[in-house]
């Protein structure tokens, strides 16, 4: 098990590497223990995470004119 740090650290690293389901997920993961309230960069974290998973697949739900 991850420390809230590390999931965090490992987080970041996956947005800057392009890997936004494995952020999402180490995002989930923090959520998901529930101890303390998120911060405010916890919060952005989870919103971009969510927000560019969805954004990937935007293109592929266009109705065909």
Do not use: F, W
């Not at 303390?36 to 293109?59: G, I, Q, R």
Request: glycine share 4%.
């Amino acid at each position: 098990m991850l420390s809230r740090k590390q999931l965090v650290q490992a987080a970041q690293l996956a947005e800057q590497c392009g890997r936004y389901k494995d952020m999402a997920t180490a995002m989930r993961q923090l959520v998901m223990e529930g101890k303390d309230p998120l911060t405010h960069e916890e919060k952005t974290l989870l919103s971009e995470a969510y927000n560019l998973c969805t954004v990937l697949h935007l293109p592929g739900t266009r109705p065909i004119p």
